[in-house]
């Protein structure tokens, strides 16, 4: 097409030159319009063009002079010579010039080009305004969209809104100095806007620069979090009711069997076939009731409430105690256990009952998975920085394999499927060993050689103060310290079986008991018994029929009793629920006779304040 438009001028440049010539313009001078017509065509055009026009304006030039008979050159003269050959010249120079600004536009229209497709590529906008808040420049995806095409005002942009409008008010307060960030929602999307004063390079505000990114996805994202979250929490919550729940059902049942159990073992007069059989009655409720705590515990270490009575307790102590409770599995199964307390710092700030809980647990373990006839070593040792107490319980049991070494302490986790079968449990009892340890600050470690070659576990905790200490009766139970004297009891228990044996040894105690099986008819006996005979103490259910064992209390308190709370509920929320109401302690089924026996004569001897007991 340029070449075209260049044939067009040069065409039109002979035309009027040879209508000037006739009109009596200064003769001989042929080339001047050529000359243009050359120097436009390159300037349109580029050298190309401008070579067409210099080569078909030599060729007008020709055809004229012929038409005119101006064969001699002479007759042309000097001059227009000098034009004709200038035509080439002018034609490659005026080319270049195009050729270089063609190249310049070029690169700014690609320039422009990229930055514009930046500016759609960013989720958000860029923009600036004037002292009367005319937006003066627009960058990004939205700019427009947010803020308005450039030269717009923003209060036209939002003139359905007055100045009190964050957006409006943001901006203002940036023209007076003041950074300003504000959240929109526009048009279904949702954007974070940060706006700064715009300063000329002496520092006065000349208006306000503005960012905005559109944070919807990310709002949706979090919301959905938020969501997962909630239903995470109310999955949990189902899962704490259901343990809850299930622990009272499994529990209640077990009550029975273990105060009986307990109870007969005591007399002196059994055959000892007898009491070996009751003993293994004894031995296997608890362990029972063992699993059970150890789900509770988790439940409760998982949602962080744990609770833990600090004072300074002797660590041998409880680690003697420890292995006289795992002393007859061990020779049952020929195992030695070895107790060998070397710690010249014994003494630890620790939750006595929760501490031997740990060494019951990694003795347990020793013993359980050590083969007949094998040994279990306990000892202790000065830490080597000498600030704290070093214990080791070493088997020479079946050993861990290398690679579940560093799950070890996982819950659930009890290596191949065959040793499930082979010893049972739930392996949860060394999951929470560790979560008790790092409660303390302390550490837990094991070392295994592997399979058959026996386990090392480790316990480091820094030591405190010597300091004399009971710690023994948290976890050994002792005897009963102050044998009560004959109560007036009264039972609230819906069990049937609970309530008949609990009854029978109670008053083979020395008490006097009467059974309720509901809230209501704990009340009515209250009330009949309150006008001249009060029980002196309560000893209650909390999951009755017809309400809570926690609704008594009221009751209770009013006609001067004391009371227990006997339930399969024993998470820190039902204790904590059962000393808010007034209980004078919490014991967890199922309670051997000895302990319920021990509680009652605390609780009769107290003046005032709640005794509690480990649940």
């Known amino acids: ?13 002979a035309v009027l030159t040879r209508l000037l010539l006739s009109w009596g313009w200064a003769y001989p001078a042929l080339t001047p319009l050529f000359l243009v017509a050359v120097a436009v065509s390159a300037w349109i055009g580029g050298v190309g063009p401008g070579l067409m026009a210099t080569a078909a304006s030599l060729l007008a030039i020709g055809g004229l002079v012929v038409l005119l008979n101006l064969g001699d050159m002479q007759k042309l003269g000097t001059v227009e010579v000098l034009r004709i050959l200038s035509l080439l010249p002018v034609a490659l120079f005026i080319g270049l010039l195009y050729s270089g600004k063609a190249r310049a536009e070029q690169a700014l229209r690609e320039r422009d080009a990229r930055l514009q497709l930046v500016s759609e590529q960013i989720p958000g906008g860029l923009w600036s305004t004037d002292t009367e808040l005319h937006v003066t420049s627009g960058f990004g995806a939205q700019a427009g969209l947010l803020h308005g095409p450039a030269g717009t005002s923003l209060y036209d942009h939002f003139k359905t809104q007055d100045s009190s409008f964050e957006p409006i008010a943001a901006h203002r307060r940036a023209l007076r100095g003041v950074s300003s960030s504000y959240q929109l929602r526009w048009c279904g999307r949702t954007f974070q806007s940060y706006v700064e004063p715009l300063r000329d390079v002496e520092g006065n505000i000349i208006g306000v620069v503005g960012i905005a990114t559109d944070i919807t996805d990310r709002e949706a994202a979090e919301d959905a979090i938020r969501q997962a979250k909630q239903q995470l929490e109310a999955a949990n919550h189902a899962k704490d009711r259901f343990l809850a729940m299930l ?29 070996e059989d009751l003993e293994m009655i004894r031995r296997n409720t608890a362990l029972e009731a063992t699993l059970i705590d150890d789900l509770l515990d988790l439940t409760r270490i998982s949602r962080g409430k744990l609770q833990l009575n600090l004072q300074e307790v002797d660590a041998h102590e409880l680690l003697r105690n420890a292995v006289e409770i795992c002393r007859p599995d061990g020779e049952g199964k020929e195992i030695a256990i070895e107790l060998e307390l070397s710690a010249t710092r014994r003494f630890v700030r620790a939750d006595a009952a929760r501490l031997q809980q740990v060494f019951w647990n990694l003795i347990k373990n020793a013993v359980k998975f050590t083969p007949a006839g094998g040994r279990v070593r306990v000892r202790t040792a000065d830490h080597a920085d000498g600030k704290g107490i070093h ?12 690679e579940l070494l560093p799950r070890i302490f996982d819950a659930f986790e009890q290596g191949a499927s065959s040793i499930t079968r082979q010893f049972g449990g739930l392996g949860l009892g060394l999951a929470i060993s560790k979560a008790l340890v790092d409660a303390h600050g302390g550490r837990i470690a094991v070392q295994s050689d592997g399979p058959g070659k026996g386990a090392t576990f480790v316990v480091e905790m820094e030591t405190a103060a010597a300091q004399p200490s009971s710690a023994g009766d948290a976890g050994a139970g002792g005897g009963d310290a102050a ?35 509901t809230v209501a008819s704990a009340r009515e006996a209250l009330v009949i018994n309150g006008g001249g005979r009060l029980y002196d103490l309560v000893i209650s259910d909390l999951g009755l029929p017809d309400g809570n064992g926690l609704e008594l209390m009221g009751d209770v308190k009013r006609y001067g009793c004391r009371a227990i709370a006997l339930s399969g509920y024993g998470t820190e929320e039902d204790v904590q629920r059962s000393m808010a109401a007034g209980f004078a302690a919490h014991l ?19 003046e005032q304040g709640a005794v509690t007991t480990p649940s």
């Open 1 to 13: 097409m340029q070449y075209v438009v260049a044939l067009l001028i040069v065409g039109a440049a």
């Open 247 to 275: 622990s009272h059902e499994l529990r209640t049942p077990l009550t029975p069997v273990l105060a009986l159990a307990s109870s007969l073992a005591e007399r002196a007069d059994l055959p000892a076939t007898l009491r």
């Open 391 to 402: 214990v080791e319980v070493a088997d020479t049991g079946i050993g861990i394999e290398p």
């Open 483 to 517: 044998r009560a004297q004959s109560l007036r009891i009264l039972l609230v228990e819906d069990h049937a079986d609970s309530a008949k044996v609990m009854r029978r040894l109670l008053r083979a105690a020395g008490h006097q008991v009467e059974t309720a099986c």
């Open 588 to 606: 967890t089924k199922p309670v051997p006779m000895s302990t319920l026996r021990q509680a009652i004569a605390r609780v009769s001897a107290a």
